[in-house]
C-alpha cells in the first residue's frame, strides 16, 4: 500500500513519505538529481525557476526549527512561495482535525504539503486524503520515517565512498525512537551495502530488531570494528526520565563515540550524525569537530536533497522522462 | 536550401561569417561566447577555436530553466552550467545548434539574466528551421531551412559532427 | 402467535447433539418440535430451508450499540437491527456507554430502548466499579436485580490488585459472572499495535503480548483465591490460551472467549497505517492466531463474540495512533465463523456451538439450543451464498470494517426471535 501510495502508475515519485517500497534505481535518481542541485549553492545567483508559482506549504505539527529551515531553504531556492504552518500555537490544538486542517489549506490553492507530525503514519494519511494535485513530503512522522534525512546521509555516504556495495555502516544510539534510524536502514540496505549494525543497549532497540534487515549489538568496540560509516543518533533527555537509560554519562561511557572507540572502525571512517548534536553524551567534541567528521556537509547536502525530491515529486505528471 | 545539401563546414564558414559581419556591425565589445547543452555547446567550441578567443568558452545547461517542467516534469542529466561570475555589461553572443519553437532561446535568456544584466545578446545558430512559437529568432545563422511536418534535425557529435534528419513517427 | 414451520433445512443444534435435515415447529413463541412436525400442525408461516442450514440463534457475549451516549457511532435501534441480520438473537452490551451502566437507571433505559426498537434480549453488562473508574465498587446487587448479566470493568483499568480481589469477593456473594479483559496498563501505555515485526518496521508504539498475559495470571490466581465464577474477554495470544488451559486442568471455573476477527487475522494482514485494522487488542502474530485457533477446537476457548463496536467515520480518519480501535464485526460474524471451517478445518458443530451453546451456558441462560419449550430463537443461513460488504447489505451505523466492499461467502436469511420473525434477508 505505501508504495503504491508514493508512485505513479507510471513509476515516478509522486509523494515521499518513506524509503519502503522505493527501488534502489528510484533512490539512485533521487542521489543524482541532488546532485544537479548541488552546484546551485555556489552560484551567486542561488536560484532557479522550476518551481515557480508553486506554493509549497511547511505543515509542522511538531516543532523543528532546523529541518523547516532547510525545506524552505530548498523550496525557495526553486524559486516556489513557501507557506509556514507551525500547528502547535494554531487551530489544531484548539481541536481542529488534521482533515480539517489539509482541506482549509487546500482551499487556498496551495501544491505542496511538508509535514512533520508526532503520530506515526500522518504523513501516509495526509497523502491518501489530500486533493489529486498536491505532492507530500514527510518531514517526520512519529517513529515512523524520516526519508529526506536518510537521503541526505545517503548522499554524504556515496560523495566520500563512491559505492555502496561492500560498506559496514553502524548506527548508534536511540533505535527504538529513531524515525532517521529506520529510514536509514531500509535505504543503506536497498542501496545494497554490505552490513547494517545497530548498536545500543536493549531498552534502545526495537523489539523485532531482527526482522529489520540490521545486526544488533551491545558493545560498541564489537560494532565499530572495521566499519566505513559511523552514524550517531540524537539521544532526547526523557529517555533518563522514562526509565530507558540511568544516565548522559553512563550513555557516553558505553556508547559515546569518542576517538579511542572510532579508531575501531576503518582509519578513512566517516562520521555522520543527523544533528542537533549532543556534545559528551552521544559524541565527544574533538570526534565531531575532527577530521573524519562529515556532519556539517550533511547540513548542505540536506538542502540539495531537498529540492531533489520536491521537484521529482511536483514533476511527477510528465511521462517517461 | 535543400537539405540534402548541407554540409557541416560550409555551414561553419557561413555562420562564422555572419557572425563577424555582426560583430562589426553592432560593435561588439571583448564578446563571450556562450554554447547551450549539448548541440549548441559544440558548435560554440569550433567557432570559439576560428574566432581566435581568448576568454575560456561559457556553457548553459537550461534544464532548469525550461517551461515544460509542468508537462514533462524533472529531466534527468543535468549538465552544470559554466559561466563567469558577472555578467553585467558584457557582449554576449549565444550558439546553439539548431532554433526551431524558441523556447530554448528564451529559457537561456533567462538564465543568462539570472546571472546579471548583459549589454546585448546576439544569438547564432548553425540550422534556422520553420515552427517558431516565440517571437525570437536568430541574429546569425549558417543555412535557413523548412521542413516538412512530422520532420526533425538534430546536430550530432562531438567529432565528427553531423546532421540528422529523422522523421518522427506521428506528427511532433 | 405465529406458528412457524421451517422444513427441508439441515438442523444443526449442538446442545441437543442434532444434525439432521429435518423440520422445525415453532409456536407460541417457543419451540414446539423438532426434526418431525406434529401431526396436526398447521403452519401459518412456512419457511423452506432447503439448502440452508438451522441452528439456534447466536449469542454475542460483548456487541457494543452505542447507546446511551455514543449515538453519533451508532443507536440500539440501528445495531440490534445489524444483530438481527448477522443471527445474533440475544446479545450482552459492555457497561462502558454513556452514562456507564453502574445504575439501575440506566439498565432500564436501556431495556426500554431495546424494547422500543423490537429486540428485547439486549443483556446489560454491569460496571465493576463506579463510574469505571477503578476504585469504588458498584451497586452489584442493584444493577443484578435491574437485569445485569454480569459485571466488568471494560476497559477500564482497576486502581490495584486488591480492589480486583474485592470486587471478585463482592460479585461473588451476588452470584454474578464476572466478565474480565486482561490488560496491564503500564505494559500497554500507548501502545495501538502488537509489538511485533509490523510496529517495529513502522514506528507504532506497541503492545507486548506480555501486557495481557501477565493480567490473566492475575485474575485467574484472584479467581483462584476468591473463588469467583469468571469469563475471560476477548483473549488475543498464546499465552492467554495456554494459562486458561492451564487453569481449567487444575479445576478452576474459568472460561473465555475470542474475537472473530481475532481468529482469522494477524499482524501481517495489517495493511500499513490502515485504522481499519486499529483494534484492541491489537492483531496478533501468525503462531498467536494458530494457537487461538487450537485453543477454539480443544474448547480451551469457550465462546465466538463479535466484540462489535461501531465507529463514525471521523473516528477512523486520522494518523494510525490517534484513530479510535475497534470494528463493526457483527455482520461478519457468521461467514468468518464458516472461514473457520472451510479454511481452518475446525469442526462446523464446535463454531456453532461456540456461538449458541456455549455463550448461553456462560451467562446461565435457557437458551442457545432448539430444545423444546425454550424461547425460539432461531437462525436460518446459507452457507454457500456469496456476497459483497457494502452499502446495501449492511445495516450497522458504523462502517469501519477492514472487510469493506470484499466478497464473503454465508449469509443469514431468517432470524426468528421469541417465535417473531424479524429478519428476512432480500436479495437484491
Known amino acids: 500500500m505505501h508504495r503504491h501510495l508514493q508512485l505513479t502508475e507510471h513509476g515516478k515519485l509522486k509523494h515521499f ?67 509556514n504552518m507551525n500547528i502547535a500555537t494554531s487551530a489544531t ?124 549489538l551491545h558493545v ?50 566517516i562520521v555522520m550524525h543527523p544533528g542537533p548534536i549532543n556534545r559528551g553524551v552521544e559524541i565527544a567534541s574533538s570526534v565531531a569537530d575532527g577530521p573524519q567528521s562529515v556532519i556539517l556537509e550533511q547540513v548542505s547536502n540536506g538542502i540539495a536533497v531537498r529540492m531533489a525530491v520536491m521537484t521529482m515529486t511536483l514533476g511527477h505528471h510528465g511521462g517517461a522522462a | 536550401m535543400p537539405t540534402s545539401s548541407l554540409n557541416i563546414a560550409d555551414l561553419l564558414d557561413t555562420l562564422e561569417a555572419d557572425i563577424r559581419q555582426q560583430i562589426a556591425s553592432r560593435k561588439l565589445a571583448n564578446p563571450l561566447l556562450i554554447g547551450i547543452h549539448s548541440g549548441g555547446a559544440w558548435i560554440a567550441e569550433q ?57 530554448t532561446i528564451r529559457a537561456a535568456l533567462n538564465e543568462i539574466f539570472d546571472y546579471g544584466r548583459p549589454n546585448q545578446v546576439l544569438l547564432a545558430v548553425l540550422i534556422e528551421r520553420n515552427g517558431r512559437q516565440i517571437p525570437l529568432q536568430p541574429d546569425c545563422r549558417g543555412a535557413r531551412i523548412d521542413l516538412p511536418e512530422g520532420q526533425r534535425i538534430k546536430l550530432t557529435g562531438p567529432d565528427p559532427l553531423g546532421i540528422d534528419l529523422q522523421t518522427l513517427a506521428c506528427a511532433a | 402467535m405465529t406458528k412457524i414451520l421451517i422444513e427441508n433445512g439441515r438442523i444443526i443444534d449442538p446442545a441437543n447433539a442434532v444434525d439432521a435435515v429435518g423440520s422445525l415447529c415453532i409456536a407460541d413463541g417457543k419451540i414446539l418440535q423438532v426434526l418431525t412436525p406434529p401431526a396436526d400442525f398447521t403452519p401459518d408461516l412456512t419457511i423452506n430451508a432447503k439448502g440452508q442450514i438451522v441452528c439456534p440463534g447466536f449469542i454475542d457475549l460483548s456487541a457494543r450499540l452505542r447507546e446511551p451516549g455514543h449515538s453519533q457511532k451508532g443507536t440500539i435501534k440501528s445495531e440490534t437491527r445489524a444483530a438481527l441480520s448477522a443471527g445474533v438473537t440475544s446479545l450482552c452490551l459492555p457497561p462502558d456507554t454513556k452514562p456507564c451502566i453502574d445504575s439501575p437507571a440506566v439498565v432500564e433505559y436501556i431495556k426500554d430502548k431495546a424494547e422500543a426498537a423490537d429486540y428485547p434480549r439486549v443483556y446489560s453488562i454491569g460496571a465493576l466499579t463506579q463510574r469505571l473508574d477503578g476504585t469504588e465498587l458498584s451497586s452489584m446487587f442493584a444493577l443484578k436485580q435491574a437485569g445485569c448479566i454480569a459485571v466488568s470493568n471494560a476497559h477500564a483499568p482497576l ?56 493480567a490473566l495470571a492475575q485474575a485467574l490466581e484472584l479467581a483462584q483465591l476468591t473463588g469467583c465464577r469468571m469469563h475471560v474477554s476477548q483473549i488475543s495470544c498464546k499465552q492467554s490460551v495456554i494459562k486458561i488451559q492451564q487453569a481449567k486442568k487444575y479445576g478452576l471455573n474459568v472460561t473465555a472467549d475470542a474475537a472473530i476477527h481475532q481468529l482469522h487475522l494477524s499482524e501481517n494482514d495489517v495493511l500499513p497505517f490502515d485504522s ?124 469501519n470494517t477492514p472487510y469493506w466492499q470484499q466478497s464473503l461467502i454465508g449469509k443469514v436469511t431468517h432470524t426468528i426471535q421469541g417465535g417473531r420473525l424479524l429478519y428476512k434477508f432480500r436479495n437484491r
Not at chain 1, 37 to 58: D, Y
Not at chain 3, 297 to 325: V, W, Y
Not at chain 3, 359 to 382: E, H, K, M, Y
Open chain 1, 17 to 83: 513519505l518513506s524509503i519502503e517500497g522505493l527501488s534502489k534505481r528510484l533512490l539512485t535518481e533521487i542521489l543524482d538529481t541532488a546532485e544537479s542541485f548541488a552546484g546551485i549553492s555556489e552560484h551567486q545567483v542561488k536560484k532557479v525557476p522550476l518551481l515557480r508559482g508553486k506554493t509549497i506549504v511547511n505543515l509542522f505539527f511538531e516543532n523543528s526549527t532546523r529541518t523547516r529551515t532547510t525545506f524552505e531553504l530548498a523550496a525557495t531556492r526553486l524559486s516556489a512561495d513557501v507557506l
Open chain 1, 220 to 269: 560498541m568496540e564489537e560494532g565499530l570494528s572495521d566499519v566505513d560509516v559511523v552514524i550517531m543518533l540524537r539521544l532526547q533527555k526523557e529517555r533518563m526520565n522514562s526509565a530507558f537509560l540511568p544516565s548522559e554519562s553512563e550513555f557516553f561511557k558505553c556508547y559515546g563515540l569518542t576517538e579511542t572507540k572510532l579508531q575501531q572502525a576503518k582509519p578513512d571512517a
Open chain 1, 93 to 216: 490544538s484548539k481541536g481542529e482535525s488534521l482533515l480539517d486542517t489539509i482541506r482549509n489549506l487546500e482551499a487556498m490553492h496551495v501544491d505542496m504539503f511538508v509535514v512533520r507530525h508526532a503520530l506515526s503514519g500522518a504523513a501516509h494519511f495526509i497523502a491518501q486524503h489530500t486533493a489529486p494535485h498536491i505532492s507530500v513530503i514527510n518531514a517526520g512522522d512519529g517513529q515512523h520515517a524520516h526519508p529526506t534525512q536518510a537521503m541526505l546521509d545517503m548522499f554524504t555516504i556515496r560523495q566520500h565512498k563512491k559505492q555502496f556495495a561492500g560498506l559496514k555502516v553502524a548506527i548508534v544510539g536511540d533505535i527504538l525512537h529513531s524515525r532517521v534510524a529506520r529510514s536509514q536502514i531500509l535505504a543503506l540496505n536497498t542501496l545494497g551495502v554490505a552490513e547494517v549494525r545497530v548498536i545500543a543497549p536493549k531498552t534502545l532497540l526495537p523489539a523485532h530488531v531482527g526482522s529489520m534487515g540490521v545486526i544488533p
Open chain 3, 276 to 399: 481499519h485494522y486499529h483494534v484492541i487488542p491489537p492483531f496478533r502474530s501468525e503462531e498467536d492466531g494458530h494457537y487461538l485457533r487450537e485453543g477454539l477446537a480443544n474448547g480451551t476457548i469457550d465462546a465466538i463474540c463479535s466484540d462489535h463496536q461501531p465507529h463514525d467515520l471521523d473516528a477512523k480518519l486520522g494518523a494510525f495512533p490517534e484513530t479510535e480501535p475497534g470494528i463493526a464485526s457483527l455482520e461478519t460474524l457468521l461467514p468468518l465463523t464458516l472461514e473457520l471451517t472451510s479454511l481452518h478445518r475446525i469442526d462446523l458443530h464446535k463454531t456453532l456451538a461456540a456461538l449458541t451453546q456455549k455463550p448461553a451456558a456462560i451467562l446461565g441462560l435457557q437458551a442457545g439450543a432448539l430444545t423444546p419449550g425454550f424461547s425460539a430463537d432461531v437462525c436460518i443461513f446459507d452457507p454457500d451464498l456469496p456476497w459483497q460488504v457494502n452499502e446495501q447489505t449492511w445495516h450497522s451505523a458504523g462502517r
Open chain 2, 47 to 103: 567557432i570559439h577555436r576560428r574566432l581566435r578567443i581568448a576568454e575560456p568558452l561559457g556553457l548553459l545547461d537550461i534544464t532548469f530553466y525550461r517551461d515544460d517542467f509542468s508537462q514533462i516534469g524533472m529531466h534527468p542529466n543535468v549538465k552544470a552550467s559554466q559561466l563567469p561570475p558577472h555578467l553585467e555589461g558584457r557582449d554576449i553572443i549565444l550558439i546553439d545548434d539548431v532554433f526551431y519553437t524558441g523556447r
Open chain 3, 159 to 214: 486502581g490495584n490488585l486488591l480492589i480486583l480481589r474485592r470486587a471478585m469477593e463482592y460479585a461473588g456473594t451476588h452470584g454474578l459472572l464476572l466478565m474480565c479483559r486482561a490488560n496491564e496498563a503500564s505494559l500497554s501505555g500507548k501502545g495501538c499495535a502488537h509489538e511485533g515485526a509490523m510496529a517495529s518496521q513502522y514506528g507504532l508504539p506497541g503492545i507486548p503480548v506480555a501486557a495481557e498475559s501477565i
